[in-house]
């Protein structure tokens, strides 16, 4: 008999409604409910797409005893960390105080008042290399409950205690300057791994934020080294086992140094970022290989995560079905020389083998290899390869397909929006601007409310219950704001107005200036969460930081900017002592010090010859941050273009920065220069 999951509108929580373990969604009536019986709550938070957690849940939650036991002690709570951050970003910081460490599936066991007292993420169903087994936990937190309530309590009480007195240390209300960004460029360097591109060991992330830093800094100061650093990552990326060599996009992560075996789940905000990246990797460089990364990233994410109803899915299973009936990580993408063989013959078998990197061990496991570029001397004939992928990728459609997570997600569509609206504008991909457009549409009809708050997610075209989280607000607004640029429509630009207001008014202290992520009316949790570094996406502090400051500079908000200005004050304290985990606040901090600049285009239509060539010129500046309003003269459609006339009757250009104003240029080489950073 399925559980109360059955009428949830998570993907996540679906997979679960059939177990025997009688699951309740996060609700006051979920505690309510262990406060009557008077249990403890276990809380197992997860998501979709998340290997362990689907593990965890055939050993442990689909076990008809281990669910018994559950459900005769403890009332048993499941949620998805991607409808709920807020509620997974308060118990994760409880656990990695504690342990040391985090992670999914996380489980955690709480009072029927919220509060945590023991923590863990993965258990196995026996014991194992010193781990207890999930049978073994659940009878000692029963018996500790039973028998030593008064010691649980007082733990919990000290944990939310502990949880209190973690808030911020904010620094100053002032953003960084020269020597805090030169001081977090040098931080970098020291991180930097230059043999292989990225930062750190295994397991290598993608480092999507930091790379935009490091072009911004490259634009505004000419430093190489910062350049040499993203360029030199994003090959290494785009030639690893991280991106898909056949049908675009990226994996979550590397788990080696050497870009070689990625875990396999598709995510869309990997995606979005990284197309973004690449899109501004070429414009900074002409690079070829930016180019073509950009858009099949782009056409990805069109092709495998849009839904009927023209938002983006959250992301791709890691694991599929192998053919065999066995889910098993990684089956849809890898390959053996004998799979290469019998779908190309033995000639161009072996021509592909080099050309991927396909090895009779194999890089994978069970002799398969992780599709690769590896830099090898020799040119390859670029027509046989094209004909080799072409072949390989429609034998691969014929293999079962990774699960794949319906649910829009605000924050990570309006991440998709920013880089499908500026490829689609940079490589002359209408298709992808209207997908972006297609994507926006879709958030206003269903995610937003009259009074413009956010719901988090939707599926199938029905709206989710949870509200929108700070990230959701910046991230939607950053997307609007792409749009507003590429599309020359102001309505863009008005709907990331409302959405900043709502950032202004519920979710900053107005006190100190700090953001929180959660709007002051919403659901009270042990405490309000609250984190300025990035993650696998931007903070949603750093990203309200950065759409602040274009809606400022769009607008001449005083009160936007004094926002994005105070927000900012957490990078001057946190930059140079740990940028990797604060690049899109470093990022934001770049187009400060460069204005960042104002770009009026004015025309007498965008499809006119020399609007379009000046409006394309100032999409392309690589200024940091520089924000373009396009329209006619006389249009009240951007405030930039108030009092900006044709220029002799031609279509003209106009760029300001701090207050001052360049003369306007019809010329769009003129114009390209004042841009250049």
């Not at 207890?132 to 939310?160: C, M, N, Y």
């Not at 140094?257 to 990284?274: I, Q």
């Not at 601007?433 to 409310?449: F, I, K, N, Q, S």
């Not at 140079?576 to 239509?605: H, K, S, Y």
Request: net charge negative; hydrophobic share 40%.
């Amino acid at each position: 008999m399925p559980n109360r999951l059955a009428h949830e509108t998570s993907p996540y929580l679906l997979q679960h409604a059939d177990n025997p373990v009688d699951w309740w969604p996060w609700s006051s009536e979920a505690f309510e409910e262990a406060r009557k019986r008077n249990v403890p709550v276990l809380l197992s938070v997860g998501y979709s797409s998340c290997h362990w957690c689907h593990v965890m849940a055939h050993e442990s939650f689909e076990d008809q005893e281990t669910a018994e036991y559950l459900n005769q002690h403890y009332v048993s709570v499941k949620v998805d960390r991607e409808e709920r951050p807020d509620v997974d970003a308060v118990y994760m910081e409880a656990v990695q105080a504690a342990t040391g460490q985090g992670g999914w599936p996380m489980t955690v066991f709480l009072t029927p008042d919220a509060e945590p007292f023991y923590f863990g993420t993965y258990f196995p169903p026996a014991p194992r290399q010193g781990m207890p087994s999930f049978r073994q936990v659940l009878q000692g937190v029963h018996q500790a409950w039973d028998e030593r309530r008064d010691e649980v309590t007082e733990v919990a009480e000290k944990i939310v205690r502990d949880l209190a007195g973690r808030e911020i240390s904010y620094g100053d209300a002032q953003t960084p300057g020269e020597e805090e960004l030169a001081q977090a460029l040098l931080g970098l360097t020291r991180e930097y791994d230059p043999q292989r591109g990225g930062f750190g060991g295994a397991p290598k992330f993608p480092p999507s934020m930091v790379l935009e830093f490091l072009l911004r800094h490259h634009a505004r100061t000419g430093a190489e080294g910062a350049l040499q650093m993203a360029q030199d990552t994003c090959e290494r990326m785009a030639r690893g086992g991280m991106y898909d060599q056949l049908g675009g996009g990226f994996a979550r992560y590397s788990v080696d140094r050497d870009w070689v075996v990625p875990h396999f789940e598709k995510m869309l905000y990997d995606n979005a970022l990284l197309c973004r990246v690449y899109a501004h990797l070429w414009r900074a460089t002409g690079s070829e290989l930016a180019r073509r990364v950009a858009l099949e990233t782009a056409d990805f994410m069109v092709r495998e995560l849009r839904t009927n109803e023209g938002g983006f899915a959250s992301a791709l299973d890691a694991d599929s079905d192998d053919g065999t009936g066995k889910h098993v990580e990684g089956a849809y993408y890898v390959w053996t020389p004998e799979q290469l063989r019998e779908v190309l013959g033995d000639e161009d078998a072996e021509l592909a083998a080099q050309h991927f990197g396909v090895t009779e061990e194999g890089t994978f496991e069970e002799g398969a290899s992780v599709l690769q570029l590896p830099v090898r001397d020799g040119v390859f004939d670029a027509g046989k390869i094209a004909s080799i992928s072409e072949r390989l990728l429609a034998k691969r459609a014929e293999r079962p397909a990774p699960g794949r997570d319906d649910k829009v997600v605000a924050a990570w569509n309006g991440l998709a929006i920013a880089a499908l609206a500026e490829t689609g504008a940079y490589f002359d991909r209408p298709d992808l601007v209207e997908a972006a457009v297609a994507a926006a549409d879709l958030l206003v009809r269903l995610h937003l409310d009259e009074q413009a708050r956010l719901t988090r997610t939707s599926k199938d075209g029905h709206a989710g219950a949870n509200a929108g989280v700070l990230e959701d607000y910046a991230d939607v607004a950053e997307g609007f704001l792409a749009l507003a640029s590429v599309t020359g429509e102001g309505v863009w630009l008005e709907f990331a107005g409302f959405l900043l207001d709502h950032v202004l008014v519920r979710f900053a202290d107005p006190e100190s200036g700090s953001l929180y992520d959660t709007a002051a009316d919403a659901e009270r949790l042990i405490r309000r969460p609250q984190d300025p570094t990035d993650n696998a996406a931007p903070s949603g502090w750093t990203a309200a930081a950065n759409a602040l400051l274009s809606y400022a500079a769009h607008t001449g908000s005083e009160p936007h900017r004094t926002a994005a200005e105070r927000a900012l004050g957490v990078v001057k304290a946190l930059g140079p002592r740990v940028p990797r985990f604060i690049g899109w606040g470093l990022a934001a901090a770049e187009a400060v010090l460069d204005g960042p600049r104002e770009v009026a285009v004015v025309g007498p239509a965008l499809d006119d010859e020399g609007t379009r060539a000046l409006h394309r010129t100032a999409l392309l500046g690589t200024a940091p941050g520089v924000v373009v309003a396009a329209g006619a003269p006389g249009s009240e459609e951007f405030p930039l273009l108030a009092d900006r006339p044709l220029v002799g009757g031609e279509p003209a250009a106009y760029v300001c920065r701090n207050f001052t104003c360049d003369a306007p240029t019809t010329e769009p080489d003129r114009l390209r220069t004042v841009l250049s950073g």
